[in-house]
């Protein structure tokens, strides 16, 4: 049975107090990317009770994705965007969650990103990754970003790590292994680099900023 709205919101108030709620839940978080990284994030976020999801992938759920992303066997071939929607609302059916199937490029970022408090970068290709993270810094100065480098491979767990690049600029991972160089991306690292992202916009939300 699902719960009502108060009793979900009731819930939330018990596990980490009204004032936490009241700032996680007035949030907009935007994940751009919604593969191993973002898909991992965003049920984080929707558990901790965030009140607005801004989800944005243009890809489709492959048979290959299964081991590190949050999707289902059943939704091959589906949108990730209304994949990970329909995931999130069965999680936390009270967010707010609004998809966009779409790339992300120079043109349109600004425009789709303008409404988020919070930016989470959560893409796979290098290049599109530097283009969000330079965009957001030069164009969107008043929203926090959160971006991970380096989570690939068989490497400890304790070299990811959290880091305050600028006053509104973190960056999660180890910063150095590459998909490339390794055998490539296993899930439990993916899923430690996006506990750190979802983590960070939670502090930043609680006025917990790193030194």
Not at 68 to 86: F, M, N, P, V
Not at 88 to 114: C, G, H, R, S
Request: with cysteine; net charge negative.
């Amino acid at each position: 049975m699902i719960p009502t709205k108060e009793e979900w919101m009731d819930a939330l108030i018990a596990r980490h107090g009204s004032k936490l709620h009241e700032l996680f839940s007035a949030a907009t978080v935007a994940v751009c990317g919604l593969g191993g990284l973002g898909s991992n994030i965003a049920i984080s976020l929707a558990r901790a009770g965030i009140g607005k999801l801004l989800l944005i992938d243009f890809d489709c759920v492959d048979i290959s994705n299964l081991h590190r992303q949050q999707y289902k066997a059943s939704q091959i071939g589906q949108c990730k965007t209304d994949a990970l929607a329909e995931n999130l609302l069965e999680i936390a059916p009270y967010t707010d969650i609004k998809t966009v199937t779409v790339k992300l490029t120079e043109d349109n970022f600004a425009e789709l990103l303008k409404d988020a408090d919070i930016i989470c970068e959560a893409l796979d290709n290098a290049e599109a990754k530097a283009m969000l993270v330079n965009g957001v810094l030069e164009q969107l100065p008043a929203c926090f970003l959160v971006a991970a480098s380096g989570m690939a491979g068989m490497d400890t767990p304790n070299t990811i790590k959290t880091r305050k690049i600028g006053k509104r600029f973190y960056l999660c991972g180890d910063e150095v292994s590459d998909v490339e160089g390794t055998i490539g991306l296993v899930a439990p690292r993916v899923m430690l680099c996006a506990a750190h992202q979802a983590q960070t916009i939670l502090r930043i939300l609680a006025g917990k900023y790193e030194e």
